[in-house]
């Protein structure tokens, strides 16, 4: 058997859905800085196994994408409507279209995300 490890952090589950077996937990760092990494090992002669693989590259590529909204800073929006009225409807305006642009993107490429997951699970 040819065995393929890898080493994360968190989001195991995604991982699970591409063929990934957990295998063990390490504990690393010490004190307050401390975090649990999560070893999986994945057979590299299961069938399919490039096709997966490719899945997989796909959708964590497109999950890099994934955008956040910062929403808008209560302290500079009170101080624009006290200085300038016009100046805070021209922020309120530029945050309100930008969170309906990051939602727009976050919505498509979730969507393209869902399209990976569906064409991976038959091949497992």
């Given at each position: 058997m040819n065995i393929e490890t890898k080493t994360?952090?968190?989001?195991?589950?995604?991982?699970?859905?591409?063929?990934?077996?957990?295998?063990?937990?390490?504990?690393?760092?010490?004190?307050?800085?401390?975090?649990?990494?999560?070893?999986?090992?994945?057979?590299?002669?299961m069938e399919n196994y490039r096709l997966i693989?490719?899945?997989e590259a796909k959708?964590?590529?497109?999950?890099?994408?994934l955008k956040t909204y910062q929403p808008m800073d209560p302290l500079l929006g009170l101080v624009a409507f006290l200085c300038f009225i016009i100046p805070f409807i021209i922020y309120a305006v530029v945050k309100s279209n930008q969170k309906s642009k990051i939602e727009y993107n976050n919505t498509k490429i979730r969507t393209q995300m869902d399209a990976v997951l569906k064409k991976v699970k038959p091949l497992l």
């Amino acid at each position: 058997m040819n065995i393929e490890t890898k080493t994360v952090r968190d989001n195991v589950e995604e991982y699970l859905k591409f063929g990934w077996k957990h295998t063990e937990d390490t504990r690393v760092g010490g004190g307050r800085s401390h975090h649990t990494e999560h070893i999986l090992a994945r057979d590299k002669d299961m069938e399919n196994y490039r096709l997966i693989a490719a899945l997989e590259a796909k959708y964590f590529n497109l999950k890099s994408q994934l955008k956040t909204y910062q929403p808008m800073d209560p302290l500079l929006g009170l101080v624009a409507f006290l200085c300038f009225i016009i100046p805070f409807i021209i922020y309120a305006v530029v945050k309100s279209n930008q969170k309906s642009k990051i939602e727009y993107n976050n919505t498509k490429i979730r969507t393209q995300m869902d399209a990976v997951l569906k064409k991976v699970k038959p091949l497992l």
